[in-house]
């Protein structure tokens, strides 16, 4: 399901895709508490279809897991569904223009963690800095246990397998502005017609061309969401005294920790801090914790 001003279109069980608006029941079931995406993109619903060629969305499915953040609101927390009921999430990154954010990484790995859903991270433009650069700056993430796919659409670098990992699934692709996730699509798929993203060589900023959330069929089976740039990534349902559980490699330390409540910064025998002392934990994901931890902005 694509949703765009207020209405939503849905591909049906027989291969129609028809647009739907929502009936005034599903926005009765918000929360008291906070607010949420009653529908969001890949939901699987219910709908009705009228002899006039009108048709509703009756009622949504429960979901088996959705990519969430908590969205920046001035009447309090609001639940903001990226995308529902993926099979994977696709986690692209630039290996330059722009400089790879690793922070905003790391909070999507831990939201990804969170929701168990599975990532898969694409280095992109690895053709600006080479092969051997690309692997320097993200290879603490396959040592992990990550999937590390490195691309480039200008020497068709990853392309084929990229398009493989995406066949028949539900796949989400998001990442910060400007780190060519469109260029990627149409290299997949070039009919498509995906506008590509170009970064101001002045700021080296992304400037934000997928302007809405949109889901496409693949030729080869499956669907893919272009997500918009994402510049923030707040976490949802995360509490502070949770977050080591969601670094892998910390969270394999936690239980040889001294004290039971151990936040891995000030504590006597920390088995966490010796791991970063001996090598075992990259200080950069280490540092990332930390900041999470504690609210630090990025």
């Known amino acids: 399901m694509n949703i765009q001003s207020g209405f939503y279109q849905v591909l049906l069980e027989d291969g129609r895709e028809i647009t739907c608006h929502a009936r005034g029941k599903l926005k009765l079931r918000r929360p008291e508490t906070f607010r949420e995406d009653v529908m969001a993109m890949g939901d699987l619903v219910l709908v009705s279809e009228q002899e006039d060629g009108n048709a509703a969305i009756e009622d949504v499915l429960p979901r088996e897991r959705a990519l969430i953040r908590s969205a920046p609101d001035s009447r309090g927390d609001f639940k903001q569904i990226l995308l529902a009921n993926p099979d994977q999430v696709v986690l692209v990154f630039a290996c330059a223009q722009p400089e790879p954010h690793l922070r905003m990484l790391d909070r999507f790995l831990v939201i ?21 650069q690309a692997q320097e700056m993200f290879s603490l993430y396959s040592e992990i246990g990550y999937e590390v796919l490195y691309t480039s659409v200008k020497q068709n670098l990853g392309i084929d397998t990229l398009r493989e990992a995406l066949k028949d699934k539900l796949s989400g692709l998001v990442g910060p502005s400007g780190v060519g996730k469109s260029s990627l699509l149409n290299s997949i798929q070039p009919e498509l017609g995906l506008a590509v993203s170009h970064v101001s060589e002045s700021t080296d ?67 966490v801090k010796k791991a970063v002392a001996a090598g075992e934990i990259h200080p950069d994901r280490y540092e990332s914790y930390v900041r999470m931890r504690f609210g630090e902005d990025d």
């Not at 280095?123 to 080479?130: E, I, P």
């Not at 061309?209 to 995360?238: C, E, H, K, Q």
């Not at 936690?254 to 006597?268: G, K, L, M, R």
């Open 112 to 132: 990804c963690e969170r929701q168990q859903i599975q990532a898969l991270i694409v280095a992109n433009k690895v053709d600006l800095v080479g092969i051997e």
């Open 205 to 271: 900023k992304g400037r934000h061309t997928t302007v809405t959330r949109r889901l496409f069929p693949l030729n080869m089976g499956g669907f893919v969401a272009d997500l918009p740039g994402i510049r923030m990534l707040s976490l949802w349902d995360i509490e502070p005294e949770e977050l080591d559980a969601y670094f892998r490699e910390i969270g394999a330390k936690v239980a040889d920790c001294q004290f039971s409540n151990c936040t891995h910064t000030n504590e006597p025998d920390c088995a």
